[in-house]
């Protein structure tokens, strides 16, 4: 059970040749999608790619500061830090395979 939504801090690179969760940037994720920042699209790729890392559903992920640009708040509600910190870190383990 976790006390209430999660902040993430990201660092975010849109127009990727894939999807996926860099690595550690400083304090932040680094994760890239393939949408392009155009009309919200990247924003909602991130939040489909959050989701489905840490295993809730789309609606308990929000983009909530840095909606323009590739420093992003965003909070998730439905998991524990230390849950989505293992799953973050096994998403960067996955995509690092060839």
């Known amino acids: ?5 999660l902040r993430l801090r990201l660092r975010v690179v849109p127009g990727a040749r894939r999807s996926g969760v860099v690595g550690r940037y400083g304090e932040a994720w680094k994760v890239r999608v393939s949408a392009l920042p155009e009309g919200g699209a990247a924003n909602a790729a991130l939040v489909r790619l959050l989701a489905e890392t840490a295993g809730v ?3 308990d992920v929000a983009v909530v500061a840095g909606h323009t640009g590739r420093d992003k708040i965003v909070e998730l ?4 830090a230390s849950e989505l910190e293992n799953r973050l870190a096994a998403a960067e383990r996955k ?4």
Do not use: E, K, N, V
């Open 1 to 5: 059970m976790t006390a209430g939504p």
């Open 57 to 59: 559903p789309a609606r």
């Open 77 to 80: 509600a439905g998991i524990s």
């Open 95 to 98: 995509d690092l395979r060839p």
